[in-house]
């Protein structure tokens, strides 16, 4: 057995150590029982998390972990997203209070997503560069709301190079200020307008309630600043952005968001308007997933950055902010997971598709682990990210849960009768059992390609639609505050006109622990009366509970 | 003419802005005559850098920089330096004393080195992850030589969140103390290993003497973290990393670095053995362009990072750690840029080919812009970095210089008596003037493919054979601390047998100024005696200043 690796797997799968104990003794029953580790369950941050031992090393199997399960989502939802996390190997808490270590099944769901962004980002005129993370604190005083939103957030480095700096420098939560500071040093005429880009960093904010991807202290995104000779060309980029993250929600992610404008108490600290996409999560609480500001000349004016027009004129320019983050693959995980596990979308899926070879009898080893090989090679060839498990430590059952666990979206199946008449078996993550079991599928090169990139297309649709669905059949539309506070106390998202003030929204988040989501842009035609007030109201907004 | 905006250049070369003076007012002369920045050339980092006004909007230019240009690189290679970083928009200061912006440009380098070495590594078992930057200050502690090495150069986060923090948090200046603060809780047993991984992250060093790309308080860097279960796998590990980035150097950027060991003296604090590779600059000072460690047990027996071997024993990992930096765009600019500015290796070029549409007459215009535009797509779809510069507010000439300037490859001509024959005209950026030019290439595309190529290829190599002369017409071998000095007084290198102690080493360094750069892997055969003590010596060692 030599080193007892699983070389197909090292790749993405680095640190498998706390998935082992053995089938053997170990039977699996009608719930998940692989061995978990729960280091998310208690927020200890320096105390060693105990990983099950697996063995005496002499080829005893010991068994510490029998009864550790993943929690029944709908037993207890934070318990099962913790366990999902921990499990499946998504990440670990770091040791300072608040952090997260993003483990490489984690890593790579971010870097299909950042893949994808590039893009996208390249494909509408921005270019990537990279601004520093220490900011002058002067810089964040210049713009009144901003600091008003960030100041109780900061961390703050005092000391460097073993001195007492004279100025505090801030660890950027975000980077407006220190944009508009070198902006103004590159913008000088309308010829030098639009100027947009994006940088992929790392942000820091003290938050005091952590949620391993949803809110750390230390996060990864993206964020876009642009400047623009015009106040219409500001809207239009910040809404063809939202429209860029709206269609990658849909398309990649499979999660319905709903797109809208934010109210003026939602609104991000130094903006003139957020656009917003929110996100359905299993607990059916929102997820503001990606949003969009348009900065109107919040920070121009702040900082000076000025441009002269075509008459002569110097004005400040008009611009725009937005950003993602690795908040979104807490997103993935809340949406699609089930009591299995994790269910990932087959577009952001490190590994789309798993290929268990099974064997029993030596003289059939061979030529099934020949066969999956060469399964492995099509589908590779093909652009599909596709993963043999040919270690002999598990048995094929073991595997099979695993891989759930693991949320890959299809498993293939081969074993010595298949072998012989050339075909193999599919199963879909999506749909449990045999109902999502196919027998006979040919292994001839092109059929195969053709069919399994169908069956990752249907998996793909098929979350789209059933979180779609879910969505839908938990938004309720309501007409009078009292209906309002129903919908909230059954868990569920409100939508109703309003046009009432920002007082009023603070008493339905005081009573109700709602807020208002967004004014998505899909409205209903006709004419509306305010919820709250009575009077009549351009828009519904949605009201829900949220992280 | 429009917004006056160049769409075709604005996805890569955002903020032209500073240089754009008319050739019609402002002649070519013999060497470079563009209007240049110089924010590096001044230490300032909060003024204001006053880039050139173009106009007045009414089309009058008014040229306030004619007198500015790139300091020839022999009459001053600092200063030559910094021109090209302000004039090619490769980077800018930040607004901390010390930090870099890395603008579209020069960010576009890194994101090729990035691409190139995101492939190696995953092809050579590892998997990118996130580490949280914030480090407990006692982590750092824990290695005694890492925090002799680290101490003095640390950023220290004291309050969060408007607290003073119980323990001040160090930002990451590199990761060995977390990473095996992670690596205890992921490693078990000899199943878990190797546990080889990546990240791409941010650093912070408190550097007093700092030089854009070269050395800066913040810079990006990759930086690799593997565990082993024995010595012989983890010196294996760190040797084959070596390797990837030496041959990274020579293949990609063209730089015929030197690898090596380091002496103790000039080991990473914490590390059993230092690898290196040091590239010679322009200036022929070294810059060590690339390290590999090997951690031996200094870390794994400071965190007691353990595991369980085949025998049941507990034992302590071996490791490994290695990085490429920000620091590399540095050398390339070092080792290939000239008089007339940035010189790309084609590999590493965001552009590889630029296309200048000639026209003189109105009636030309729509042929040359056509036959153009089709050159670019067909280019474009063969996989080649091609852009057109097709705006009519500068003349070719200019265009000439400027691209020149950027240091692109390749530069196509296509005017309209080109149009009418099929052909165009190609311009080697290494080889200046009618020497590197070439007309009547025909444009059918496959033949022009394969000629572009072709033609790309050859700067790569002719770069590289011409580094290579440079270097190997500056190493002096040795056999006496006389010849030593001498060689080092003449700017050279200097090669030579070295079995003296760390004593001797320091000497060296105060006297001369020159450091032990490394032992070369390749040495000379036959026996040796060491330049300073006589005695017999092993090796040759490499001595040289450095940056």
Redesign the interface.
Known sequence: MG???LPAL???F??S??V?SSPAIFPLKHHLRLPVRR?FSAQSTTE??V?P??????GKVVDKDKDRVITPRSQDFNAWYLDVIANAELA?Y???RG??????Y???I??AIQEYMNVKF?ET????????????YS?IEKEASHVEGF????????????KELEE??V?RPTSET?VN??F?????????LP???NQW??V?R???RTKPFIRT??F?WQEGHTAHATAEEAEEEAMQMIDVYTKFAYEQAAIPVIAGRKSRVETFAGASTTYTIEAMMGDRKALQAGTSHNLGQNFSRAFGTQF?????QRQHVWQTSWAISTRFVGGIIMTHGDDAGLLLPPRLAPVQVIIIPIWKKDNEKAGVLTASSSVKETLQAAGIKVKIDDSDQRTPGWKFNYYEMKGVPLRIEIGPRDVSSGTLVISRRDIPGKQGKVFGISMEPSALVAYVKDKLNEVQSSLLERATTFRDSNIVDVSSYDELKEAIAQGKWARGPWSAGDEEESKVKEETGATIRCFPFEQPEGPKKCLMTGNSADEVAIFAKSY
Chains 1, 2 share one sequence.
């Open positions: 080193a007892l690796r090292t790749s993405i680095t640190s150590s706390s082992r280091p060693k998390v990983a031992e697996l063995g005496d090393g002499k670990d770091g040791p300072v952090t997260m270590v993003i483990r490489p984690g890593y790579a971010w870097e390249k005129g921005h270019s990537n560069m990279y601004f520093p993370q220490f900011i002058p810089f100041s109780p957030e900061l961390a703050l480095v005092t000391v460097g190079g073993g505090k420098l660890v220190i500071h070198m103004t040093q590159w913008i000088h005429s309308y010829r030098d100027l947009m880009i960093a790392n820091t003290w938050e005091m202290l230390e990864l002269t027009d075509e008459n002569g």
